[in-house]
């Protein structure tokens, strides 16, 4: 089984409980009757989880039943197919990596350099980006892509905190053209007053931060006791980051890049003043 964001989810809270109870994983294997491999790949996700091994770890390791509840029902989802499998024959594994990130995220902050974000792209701005980057991607496949970025951003009807810092380069560079950049500034504008969204724009006259010539997304979930996961793509490669000591430090770039922005209020004002600039 290739583990999901959720099964690493579930087992990377298990394997806390085990640890804070002082118990080795063979231990614990042997008190809920199952063999220690089987319990190693329940830590690392790689495995089904079922409902009566579930039981037995909680009694085990003492879980309190509210908590008991939410593994539950986060095994319950592991299992369920995402919508973004419908896509699965041109899918990457990054991209469904991170939407499946996405799915369970209460809070997501970005930070992007020259790019507007997915899930803050209009159907032609992210047309024009997706036919740059693939020139040889089969026609009817623009459409696909193009209906899983829309998907994505329903996230953003469903309550999604977002919190996106662009580089001042990502909202002047007419990607598409005059007009799709200007349609693309204007949903911007649209996404900050109906949407939990904030958006701030690092200038050109700032000072460097921590998080230049970078490109990253935080992701954190409702129940705080659960790791932030930090989602880094690049041209070649990407990687999801669930380390406390490396969430740290993109914490640390975040808020850097955060003290070079301009404030909610006067980054719309940049993005407006740039609108009435474009010919």
Avoid: N
Avoid at 80 to 103: H, K, N, R
């Amino acid at each position: 089984m290739r583990p999901t964001v959720r099964s690493r989810r579930i087992g990377s809270r298990l394997s806390r409980y085990r640890h804070e109870a002082a118990l080795s994983g063979t231990e614990l294997a042997a008190r809920i009757g199952i063999h220690q491999a089987t319990w190693s790949k329940i830590e690392t996700g790689k495995t089904k989880l079922s409902p009566e091994v579930l039981a037995k770890a909680v009694e085990a390791l003492g879980i309190p039943a509210d908590v008991a509840a939410q593994l539950d029902t986060l095994r319950r989802k592991a299992e369920e197919p995402g919508w973004w499998q419908d896509y699965g024959d041109i899918l990457s594994e990054a991209v469904q990596m991170l939407i499946e990130l996405e799915a369970d995220a209460s809070w997501i902050r970005t930070y992007e350099g020259h790019l507007i974000p997915g899930l803050l792209q209009t159907r032609d701005y992210a047309e024009r980006i997706i036919t740059a980057g693939s020139p040889h991607i089969r026609v009817a496949d623009i459409d696909r892509y193009l209906e899983l970025r829309m998907h994505r951003q329903k996230r953003l009807h469903e309550g999604l905190r977002l919190t996106s810092i662009l580089g001042e380069a990502a909202v002047r560079q007419q990607v598409g053209g005059p007009e799709t950049l200007r349609e693309q500034l204007r949903h911007l504008d649209r996404m900050v007053r109906e949407h939990d969204v904030t958006v701030q724009v690092v200038p050109f006259a700032a000072d460097a931060h921590a998080a230049l010539g970078d490109a990253f997304t935080i992701l954190q979930w409702p129940d705080e006791s659960d790791p932030e996961a930090v989602y880094v793509d690049g041209m070649t490669s990407w990687t999801v980051h669930e380390r406390g000591g490396v969430i740290r430090s993109y914490q640390h770039a975040i808020s850097s890049v955060q003290s070079q922005a301009l404030p909610p209020r006067e980054s719309l004002d940049l993005i407006h003043e740039i609108i009435k600039e474009l010919p």
